[in-house]
């Protein structure tokens, strides 16, 4: 278990590398402060508003490189992704400013 938390680590690293994505004009900070997009339990981005395009972009781009992520670290661990991506999701959602949303088992809400 050591092995994966170490693993994590690397994980978030990765995540905060994709903070602004060249596919689109919109960052990830500015999508989440404007209640867009939000962390998902799953390890990934979710959309919070579904009718913007640029946001919808964004969560394709950064969700394909976490899936990446996720996978080598499965890999180097011998561990089933679907555990790196739960234990991803709960960093993520702990790391989640205030006022961004997250999701819980009832939809959408602000942390």
């Not at 278990?1 to 680590?9: D, N, S, V």
């Not at 060249?22 to 979710?46: F, H, I, M, W």
């Amino acid at each position: 278990m050591l092995i994966i938390r170490l693993a994590m680590a690397t994980c978030v690293a990765i995540l905060w590398a994709t903070m602004a994505s060249p596919v689109s004009a919109l960052s990830l900070d500015e999508a989440k402060a404007k209640g867009l997009v939000g962390e998902r339990t799953n390890g990934y981005l979710g959309a919070v508003n579904t009718s913007n395009a640029d946001a919808q972009a964004l969560i394709s781009d950064i969700n394909g490189k976490r899936r990446q992520a996720y996978e080598d670290i499965a890999k180097r661990n011998r561990t089933p992704r679907t555990v790196v991506e739960t234990l991803a999701g709960e960093k993520a959602i702990q790391n989640t400013k205030p006022g961004h949303f997250v999701e819980s088992s009832g939809g959408w809400i602000k942390k």
